[in-house]
């Protein structure tokens, strides 16, 4: 079974989110859209579609979207089968989130590492 595919998106807290992201946009030349980050897409010669995307996007400092970590940062990382991986986690004593979110960007899952940091684990939608 394959577990991580690649990354799907990096999170980070922020002070004024809007005001690093206009930094990042200004600077860097990053394509920050309405929703505050920057979705790059997979253009490549084996994949002239595009087909899938990672993700960069700040997030306001209080948020508790990364709790019960208190790091300042979250990885997103791809995975075909979200179920057999979160299965497979928890048969190898790992501290596994109950919980299950599904939505139109695809299904995500949560896994804490040994050192607290919660990893966001999501297997996109058909076709992305």
């Known amino acids: ?14 002070k004024d989110p809007k005001a690093l992201a206009a930094w990042y946009r200004d600077h860097l030349g990053m394509n920050v859209e309405d929703w ?8 490549t ?6 087909t899938g995307t990672t ?6 400092a209080d948020t508790t979207y990364f709790a019960p970590s208190q790091a300042s940062f979250m990885v997103n990382y791809r995975v ?3 179920d057999a991986v979160l299965a497979a986690l928890r048969a190898e004593g790992c501290q596994v989130d109950d919980k299950v979110e599904e939505s139109e960007f695809g299904r ?17 939608p058909a076709g992305q």
């Not at 079974?1 to 922020?14: D, E, L, P, Q």
């Open 1 to 14: 079974m394959n577990r991580v595919t690649g990354i799907g998106g990096v999170f980070f807290k922020a």
């Open 36 to 43: 505050g980050g920057v979705a790059f897409r997979w253009v």
């Open 45 to 50: 010669e084996s994949n002239p579609s595009g």
């Open 55 to 60: 993700v960069w996007s700040p997030f306001k």
């Open 80 to 82: 075909e089968d979200l």
């Open 108 to 124: 995500f899952g949560w896994v804490i590492d040994p050192e607290g940091n919660k990893v966001e684990l999501w297997q996109p």
